[in-house]
């Protein structure tokens, strides 16, 4: 059996789960695992230190997997800005056939994207922006709730919530992100309204994610109550994981500070430490709530088929038996 919905049948996959862009995690060797699990991988464009290294990151994964795959080009305010046309024009060159944009206005790329065949997946963390973006004319939507790791926005509203409001006013495919790692997730995001899930923590917690084992560890002992949001007081709201950095980065900001006190403890080299070394408190790193439903690190392959099979037997079992038919009751 399968689960179809509208974004397994818009984006040319098998299962209803994505992964998301992720800086510094989204490489080839796990966007191709998650490829070959029938899911939705991303390499993160950024993540490579120039469009060239792009190109060959994209040819690596076609070297390990025949399965659709994306690129995510995340388009943020910086004092000087990485080339983002050079990006994109790799993109185009490659063949890559699905994008996911995230952090500005998609409406600057689509027409290149559009005018080669690439489906856009944008990324939102409000209804209002979700709907701007379904006017634009991208071919889906991420919609990002509370629980999410990275940039939540600043409405603060949950997935529960969120979710539903969305899918009221959004007609094209839309998946759910923040807080998802498992078929209950799953079955409840679809229940929702949504047309499957995005998931980034529980990504970086497998087997072929290219982070650190003790990383991997820290996110598998760590629970919900793991992590730390920072820049609130800038209004650029981050959710991070819970450690020494984050903690004093919160301090310093809530006793009035600003973004020169605290740019040398996030600056994203020593982030990367993070991923690279091991050492949990070197920098600031990424990870959403989802952690406290995270108890192990498979394989792609495991974390996929076991969600699937799962929300199937929620579906036709747990869920399917508390439904009683009303004639069968009356005959009896």
């Known amino acids: 059996m399968a689960i179809t919905t509208k974004f397994t049948e818009t984006f040319g996959v098998e299962h209803p789960i994505a992964q998301g862009g992720m800086q510094w995690v989204g490489r080839a060797e796990l966007v191709a695992a998650v490829a070959n699990a029938g899911a939705l991988g991303f390499l993160t464009a950024l993540t ?64 290149m994207f559009h005018d080669n065949g690439i489906k856009v997946l944008h990324k939102c963390t409000s209804v209002r922006h979700a709907v701007k973006a379904q006017s634009l004319g991208v071919d889906g939507i ?22 539903p409001a969305a899918a009221a006013q959004i007609e094209i495919p839309m998946i759910a992100s923040g807080g998802f790692a498992d078929a209950r997730g799953l079955v409840a995001a679809l229940a929702l309204g949504a047309d499957g899930v995005n998931m980034g923590s529980r990504f970086m917690c497998t087997v072929e994610s290219c982070i650190h084992q003790n990383v991997k560890e ?82 792609c392959d495991e974390l996929v088929s076991r969600m699937v099979s799962e929300a199937e037997e929620i579906i036709l079992g747990r869920l399917g038996n508390m439904v009683e038919d009303d004639d069968e009751e009356n005959v009896a």
């Not at 920072?230 to 650029?236: A, D, G």
């Not at 990367?272 to 952690?291: K, L, N, Q, S």
Request: proline content about 8%; overall charge negative; some cysteine.
């Open 48 to 111: 490579q230190p120039t469009p060239a290294d792009l190109a060959n990151e994209i040819a690596k994964t076609r070297d390990l997997t025949d399965k659709p795959f994306g690129v995510n080009l995340t388009i943020l305010p910086a004092i000087n800005p990485p080339p983002y046309d050079e990006y994109r024009q790799v993109i185009v060159d490659a063949g890559i056939k699905i994008v996911e944009t995230a952090g500005s206005n998609p409406a600057p790329h689509l027409p």
């Open 218 to 299: 820290a996110i598998v002992a760590g629970d919900e109550r793991g992590t730390e949001l920072i820049f609130r007081s800038l209004h650029n709201t981050a959710r991070v994981a819970s450690n020494q950095v984050s903690r004093e980065v919160v301090e310093i900001l809530k006793n009035g500070g600003q973004f020169p006190d605290v740019q040398e403890l996030v600056a994203g080299v020593r982030g990367r430490r993070v991923f690279d070394e091991g050492d949990v408190d070197a920098g600031i790193w990424t990870v959403g709530t989802a952690m406290g439903l995270i108890n192990d690190i498979p394989t």
């Open 142 to 163: 991420s919609i990002d709730g509370f629980e999410c790791a990275g940039h939540p926005g600043e409405d603060d509203v949950p997935g529960l919530v969120l979710i």
